[in-house]
């Protein structure tokens, strides 16, 4: 059976993601305004979370369930690294 993976951006002012899999709704969203630390919800509970390690590298660390399949964690890796090059672009 293939499932499908779905990512939304409801708002371009908002670091926020709704990723939608196998019927299940999860988000990613920033967990501030002024840090790059983003976690992963299911429903109103934090599963996971993805930061760098430190404010002078580029290194992050994902700390995601291992419940998700590898594509899904991989995806939702790529998307905060995504929306941390377009933060430093402005």
Same mark, same amino acid.
């Given at each position: 059976?293939?499932?499908?993976?779905?990512?939304?951006?409801?708002?371009?002012?908002?670091?926020?993601?709704?990723?939608?899999?196998?019927?299940?709704?999860?988000?990613?969203?920033?967990?501030?305004?002024?840090?790059?630390?983003?976690?992963?919800?299911?429903?109103?509970?934090?599963?996971? *979370?993805?930061?760098?390690? *430190?404010?002078?590298?580029?290194?992050?660390?994902?700390?995601?369930?291992?419940?998700?399949?590898?594509?899904?964690?991989?995806?939702?890796?790529?998307?905060?690294?995504?929306?941390?090059?377009?933060?430093?672009?402005?």
């Amino acid at each position: 059976m293939q499932r499908s993976l779905r990512a939304e951006k409801p708002s371009a002012f908002f670091r926020r993601y709704l990723l939608r899999y196998a019927d299940r709704t999860y988000t990613l969203e920033a967990a501030s305004s002024f840090r790059r630390k983003f976690i992963l919800l299911d429903g109103s509970q934090q599963i996971g *979370s993805i930061a760098p390690i *430190s404010a002078f590298t580029r290194e992050a660390a994902a700390d995601l369930p291992d419940t998700l399949p590898l594509h899904l964690r991989a995806f939702i890796i790529w998307l905060a690294m995504m929306q941390w090059r377009r933060d430093r672009n402005g």
